[in-house]
């Protein structure tokens, strides 16, 4: 393989660098506890699977932008859980999992070399390599507004609740960084895949809410992924939801690049959701 490629540029994939560990791990007499692979282990819900099954004569392409009920779905969602005001079915787009996104967007919102994309030092390894794929530069940060680079920063990524600190933000410590990007021009991309999973106590809020943004989206993307909140891990599905100019930039590449839900799993998501 060339040093030229890709793959040259990327670390060794972080569930296979823990092999010897788990090896040494379940040498021990107790044998090993696996912490490394959050996946889901309860049962589908009945009413998501029953959706799919409903689905599934869907001979056609599905539309890359999704069912007119997928969005519908979604944005209710955003709007009665998570007391999103303007949530809008046009600026939702629906997404094969949210880890495709997290490596990708970089790449589909033309990230280069120069680039830089912020991230939490503590973080799902996916967000560092989302950037070295678009040969953008990771910077690992402990506070986005005191660590980063303006000049550079082209998107930063929030994760509240964190994997894995399960680090809560409020609503105030969110407005903050939201504001000193949208100052810079930075787009804020925020990974609410465990918004429903806070600590007691703590309140997870969606980088959406008006108290954290006004009532505007421009400069801000919330990702929701299914896979944990409705054991949907196996389906793939999920959504994003915010900046209208930068969903309809999303849509127009993710159409010609064939990044499609498929349609019976697009009907399991409006049963979830
Ligand atoms: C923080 C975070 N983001 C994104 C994902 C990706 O989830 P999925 O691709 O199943 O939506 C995970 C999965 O564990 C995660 O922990």
Partial sequence: MSTLSISARL?????????????????????????????????????????LAAASDSPGYPLTYGTAALREAAAGYLSRWHGVSGADPRHVLPLIGSKELVGWLPTLLDLREGDQVGYPDLAYPTYEIGALIARAEPVAYGDPVTDLDPARTRMLWLNSPSNPTGRVLSAAELRRV??????????????????????????????LHPDVCGDRHDGLIAVHSLSKRSNFAGYRGAFLAGDPAVVAELLGIRKHAGMIVPQPVQAAMVAAL
Wanted: glycine letters at 10%; hydrophobic letters at 40%.
């Fill in 178 to 207: 939201v504001e000193w990007a949208r100052a810079h021009g930075i787009l804020v991309v925020s990974d609410e895949c465990y918004i429903e999973l806070g600590w007691e106590g703590a309140e997870p809020v969606s980088v």
């Fill in 11 to 51: 670390p060794v994939f972080p569930w296979d660098r823990l092999e010897p560990y788990k090896a040494t791990a379940a040498g021990h007499g107790d044998g090993i506890v696996d912490l490394s692979v959050g996946t889901p282990v309860d049962p589908v819900p009945d009413v998501v699977r029953e959706a």
